[in-house]
């Protein structure tokens, strides 16, 4: 197994994995914090393309970026690990290269659904607690236009990656241009939405 994994394309998955649970090793002797590496990554409603479609299917906002891409990596290794199992594939090989394809979209939704019930446990924890502290009665920068009730995006800048937060106005006639400086007022915990206000100038 371990031949196989460095032979030929397969050394991109296995390179891709090293980097990943160099990260986790690195995150539990403490040298650095969870959400080190994490990025910011804007995914506001005037974002369009398979690359955001792809970050919103797999519940990025909800959950830590780096958990779910360590998730991904993980299925994307294990089913490349797999394909040496089909009779007519060579390791290495070009077709073992090409399946990596297939292999990578099953990883998508297979990352997908394992990380749905990681959702509640998250949206319950200390991290989620601390991310409450550090988002209410905060400045944020709104991401997109938030007008006649919609719901919007805005990101609190701190040190290392900005949090990215979903907003609505607390106030349906008021509305918000993106760029915008506002005020986060409450949290509504069951939708998990961030109320902002005009600042006071």
């Known amino acids: 197994m371990l031949k196989n994994a460095v032979t030929g394309v397969?050394?991109?998955?296995?390179?891709?994995?090293?980097?990943?649970?160099?990260?986790?090793?690195?995150?539990?002797?403490?040298?650095?914090?969870?959400?080190?590496?994490?990025?910011?990554?804007?995914?506001?409603?005037?974002?369009?393309?398979?690359?955001?479609?792809?970050?919103?299917?797999?519940?990025?906002?909800?959950?830590?970026?780096?958990?779910?891409?360590?998730?991904?990596?993980?299925?994307?290794?294990?089913?490349?690990?797999?394909?040496?199992?089909?009779?007519?594939?060579?390791?290495?090989?070009?077709?073992?290269?090409?399946?990596?394809?297939?292999?990578?979209?099953?990883?998508?939704?297979?990352t997908k659904y394992e990380t749905i019930p990681l959702k509640g446990i998250f949206k319950y924890s200390n991290m989620q607690d601390n991310k409450d502290k550090?988002?209410?009665?905060?400045?944020?920068?709104l991401m997109c236009d938030v007008k006649d009730g919609r719901l919007g995006q805005a990101k609190i800048k701190r040190d290392g990656a900005s949090i990215i937060i979903n907003v609505k106005s607390e106030y349906e006639e008021e509305s918000f241009n993106k760029d915008e400086a506002a005020f986060v007022s409450r949290k509504d915990t069951n939708k998990d939405i961030y109320y902002i206000v005009k600042l006071d100038l």
């Open 10 to 110: 397969n050394i991109i998955p296995t390179a891709l994995l090293g980097v990943v649970l160099l990260y986790w090793i690195i995150v539990i002797i403490g040298a650095f914090d969870f959400d080190f590496l994490d990025v910011d990554i804007d995914i506001g409603a005037d974002n369009s393309g398979p690359f955001y479609a792809i970050l919103a299917f797999l519940n990025v906002g909800e959950l830590p970026f780096m958990l779910i891409i360590s998730i991904f990596i993980l299925n994307f290794w294990i089913i490349s690990m797999l394909i040496y199992y089909l009779p007519f594939v060579a390791v290495g090989g070009l077709l073992n290269g090409i399946l990596l394809i297939p292999a990578m979209i099953i990883s998508i939704f297979l």
């Open 134 to 141: 550090q988002v209410l009665e905060q400045l944020c920068i």
